[in-house]
């Protein structure tokens, strides 16, 4: 089985109960985000976009352990940033091994071996490794934009297989995919071991370094449809079958971004772990102030028209199937008869009869309404100007429209707030670290060595 029983039943009744309360809105999965540090720097990736001192900063334990708490939900995704790097994370698995809660640690495995050898991580069945593994080597490394990552994951994934630890891999698939060799993937960790595997289509990060490889919807369909062409029967994977039917097309699903809840450094991202649009200071304020009209692709925002990852529609999948006997029915089938992207089956999309503006779009250039969300967009420090003249420089992580909630540049202070009516003006003075320049340099640096490869196999054929 790609879960344990135990955490089937766990999930299954915890849902069951927040069917039976009537609510709409529940989590599934809480997304733990202790810190942004990474010792990578993906082409792909919008959260690590930051100046040094935003990326220094860590999230107190207490802090952390609060949220679990206030939030709930059976499961906890520890992503990052890269959580190995945590300075607390032994104390954060402990205790939420304690509280029952089953955790996935979402690792790219560089330092996953020598956190084995010390010894810090106790196999259990809460526990489970979720390693970073864009599919074989040469496009993982790709991916990355480092070499000899991909062989070091492995090896981290033997060990700790071979230790008696729970792992998964999680694969995002961009444009340039390749569906042979990432069933060639599947085929090489199934062989290794792993409990299961998880994937998902990359979502366009307004501020990822790369904006060429993100996949639209039919291209979606498309990949994933020859991905699980007649697929084996020794894949498993960490995902609702119905999930799996959606990405190809064969059903519809609506995004419920609230499933999967995300809890960082800032507070509770809105609206969800992959659109940055401010922060709620509790869960409750999260849910009940936050206007979810104006998200998913029904709703038609711009940035969620051809979203289709896990984290907003795993939870609506898994809804579908406790919703009725229809649903539980359908997921039994697709469970017992398996997915396959060779079923003719199409789901009907209903098309999109409205355009919600995002909240920078609801305000007019040139206003200072308008200079704060564009300051909160900005992924480095900004200036504020004050009516009485003076000038701060920090970095804005939050706007309500009334006050503005900022982290002070230079330094590890607190989080502090000011009134939006003390700003005069506002200048977007530091360095923007989402450019891709060194993506670009890795690009050329690849696409060299590629061609050289090239030259010596035709070098080699003529010889």
Request: hydrophobic fraction near 35%; proline fraction near 5%; charged fraction near 25%.
């Amino acid at each position: 089985m790609s879960v344990p029983i135990s955490q089937m039943a766990t999930v299954a009744w915890y849902v069951l109960k927040q069917r039976l309360l009537g609510r709409r809105r529940y989590p599934l999965v809480l997304m733990l985000e202790p810190l942004l540090r990474c010792n990578l720097a993906c082409a792909g990736c919008g959260k690590i976009q930051y100046p040094g001192h935003v990326l220094r900063r860590e999230m107190p334990l207490e802090q952390a352990l609060a949220a679990v708490d206030e939030c709930g939900a059976p499961v906890v995704s520890i992503p990052g940033g890269e959580p190995l790097l945590y300075s607390q994370i032994a104390e954060l698995v402990r205790e939420l091994v304690r509280r029952r809660k089953y955790i996935y640690l979402c690792t790219n495995a560089l330092l996953l071996k020598k956190r084995l050898e010390e010894g810090i991580f106790t196999p259990s069945k809460y526990l489970t490794f979720s390693v970073h593994m864009d599919g074989e080597e040469e496009a993982h490394d790709f991916a990355v934009c480092r070499e000899g990552v991909y062989r070091k994951a492995e090896e981290a994934i033997r060990l700790a297989v071979e230790m008696g630890f729970r792992v998964t891999t999680n694969t995002t698939l961009f444009q340039h995919a390749d569906p042979e060799s990432t069933r060639r993937f599947f085929d090489r960790m199934t062989e290794i071991g792993v409990e299961s595997m998880m994937v998902s289509p990359g979502y366009s990060y307004s501020k990822a370094p790369d904006q060429q490889s993100f996949l639209q919807r039919e291209r979606t369909w498309e990949l994933f449809r020859k991905l699980f062409y007649r697929p084996k029967k020794g894949w498993k994977f960490n995902h609702s079958p119905l999930f799996l039917e959606y990405l190809m097309g064969q059903r519809h699903f609506e995004c419920t971004p609230w499933g999967n809840p995300c809890y960082t450094i800032f507070g509770w991202q809105r609206p969800c772990y992959l659109l940055q649009e401010g922060y709620a200071s509790t869960f409750a304020e999260l849910l009940e102030q936050t206007d979810w009209s104006r998200y998913g692709r029904a709703s038609g925002n711009p940035k969620c028209r051809d979203c289709m990852v896990h984290c907003g529609h795993e939870p609506t999948a898994v809804d579908y199937t406790f919703r009725s006997l229809r649903g539980l029915m359908e997921t039994i089938r697709a469970t017992v008869l398996g997915v396959d992207g060779a079923r003719r089956r199409r789901a009907k999309v209903p098309p999109v009869t409205r355009r919600s503006l995002t909240a920078k779009e609801g305000a007019r250039p040139g206003t200072l309404e308008y200079a704060l969300w564009e300051a909160m967009d900005y992924r480095g420090d900004v200036t504020l100007e004050f009516h009485d003249g003076s000038e701060l420089v920090c970095y804005v992580y939050n706007f309500d429209g009334r006050k503005v909630d900022y982290l002070p540049a230079g330094g590890d202070g607190p989080a502090r707030s000011l009134p939006a009516s003390r700003i005069r003006g506002v200048r977007l003075s530091g360095k923007d670290f989402a450019e891709g320049k060194s993506w670009e340099a890795w690009v050329q640096k690849y696409r060299l060595k590629k061609a050289e490869q090239a030259r010596a196999r035709k070098l080699q054929m003529a010889s």
